[in-house]
């Protein structure tokens, strides 16, 4: 296909022919990721983010006014949930976690942390307070979590996490007992290890939910809810000499019972709730709001599409995500008819990004070489038009081929693809 001689400029061209019906894309959120540095003290070896206290880019963290724009940004999303969370350490932006407890309009907040700071009971006391107030002060009145990631790289990181710190945790929350809950998260070959450690320190007992779930039960009664997940081999991880393999499910398995139906994940439109055990279908989308300022559609945006946060409207940012087919088909089919489509005409490609058993990197990988991103374009392009739910303009070159149920479009990217690799 002659489409396939200059592929980014190919999928350009697609994307401006490309018109989908009116009113069928979400008009709100899901879940919201705000991650606030991509910095961390702690360096984990095994780092989904690869962070550390070393700048990776120019831009390491929102700052004020960009923390305004994202607050103003996520209310007016309606997400169900916004997620404090990754790239780095949050707690390293304490007064931004303040400033979105009181003033961002959600019905439920998840701050994520490595519980580093809790170095003393004092400081944990004053901390723990700060967020409590701040969240009160919220006329919403989110429900709020803090989670807390417990796992062996934690505890032997180069600026590690003590045991000790997150038992001031627990024990300030417990005699505290604000009006927020506490969690914790591990990785499934760590379990029954760090978990009991932190046990033994606060004094508290282990139960068994199910398989990968369990409450620490505290002195006094107070539960904690404790859960696995995966363990993830990318970022820093690839450089990891053990094998976990044997002892962690795949995220295929892992995600299994949230699929809408067999082989439809859309985590694209999830609401992510992990310690919990769930990931609810919903009618929003999934947005990831990184600390440079860049946003997308998580696990629903081709890599070449993410957007700068700026004065544009929630609406507005959807409706330029939803101009890419490639959305369409992860929010309506989700992840595994992407890795499906990539294992037929990529396997090198396809293999590479199922091996780090990773969700947050694997739509990014899948879609790396431009010709398997244009591909994919045509195929969904394809998909979306010949069922009746978006047109081509009739200029486009392909126009015809889009609209034409007869044509074998997956057939003819794969090999087309395949051919490509095969020359080189
Ligand atoms: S604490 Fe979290 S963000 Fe920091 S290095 Fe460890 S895994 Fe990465």
Redesign the pocket.
């Known amino acids: 296909m002659d489409a396939f001689r200059d592929p980014p400029a190919a999928r350009e061209k697609v994307l401006h022919s490309f018109r989908h019906r009116l009113g069928n894309i979400p008009t709100r959120g899901s879940s919201f990721f705000i991650h606030l540095s991509e910095l ?5 070896e ?7 206290l070393e700048r990776k880019s120019d831009k390491v963290a929102l700052s004020r006014r960009e923390l305004e724009d994202a607050i103003r940004f996520i209310s007016e999303s309606s997400s169900q949930k916004l997620n404090i969370t ?4 949050p707690f390293l932006k304490f007064s931004s976690i303040l400033r979105l407890l009181e003033t961002v309009e959600v019905p439920r907040i998840e701050i ?3 519980g ?1 700071w809790a170095m003393s009971p004092k400081r944990t006391a004053r901390m723990m307070r700060q967020i409590d107030e701040a969240r009160s002060r919220n006329p919403v009145n989110p429900e709020l979590l803090l989670r807390l ?1 417990i796992d062996r ?2 505890l032997n ?1 180069p600026r590690p ?1 003590r045991i000790e710190h997150y038992g001031n945790v627990l024990r300030c929350w417990s005699e505290s007992r604000p009006g927020f809950a506490v969690g914790l998260r591990s990785i499934q070959p760590d379990m029954g290890t760090v978990d009991r450690m932190i046990a033994k320190e606060v004094g508290a007992g282990v139960e068994r939910v199910d398989d990968w779930n369990r409450l620490l039960v505290l002195p006094g009664g107070m539960t904690v809810p404790l859960t696995f997940n995966v363990f993830r081999r990318s ?2 991880a690839l450089r990891l000499t053990e094998d976990h393999s044997g002892a962690t499910k795949t995220i295929r398995e892992y995600y299994g019972p949230f699929e809408s139906r067999p082989g439809n994940l859309s985590l694209a439109t999830a609401v992510n709730d992990a310690i919990r055990g769930e990931y609810t279908a919903s009618t929003g989308v999934a947005v990831t709001l990184n600390s440079d300022g860049t946003f997308w559609i998580f696990c629903g945006t081709a890599p070449d599409r993410r957007l700068l946060l700026e004065k544009q409207s929630f609406a507005e940012a959807v409706a330029y995500f939803f101009e890419d087919p490639i959305t369409h088909l992860l929010v309506d089919e989700g992840i595994w008819a992407l890795s499906d489509l990539v294992m037929e005409m990529d396997p090198r490609t396809h293999a590479g990004a199922l091996a780090k058993n990773d969700s947050a990197s694997l739509v990014d990988d899948l879609l790396a070489p431009d010709d398997v991103r244009l591909a994919v374009t045509l195929i969904a392009a394809h998909r979306q038009v010949t069922r009746d739910r978006a047109t081509v303009d009739a200029e486009h070159p392909l126009a015809r081929m889009l609209a034409d149920p007869a044509a074998d479009m997956a057939r003819m990217c794969r090999d087309t693809v395949l051919a490509n690799r095969e020359s080189r």
């Open positions: 961390c003290p702690v360096a984990c095994h780092c989904m983010y690869s962070s550390d990754g790239g780095g350490e994520v942390t490595a580093h990631s790289y934690h990181a996490v970022g820093k």
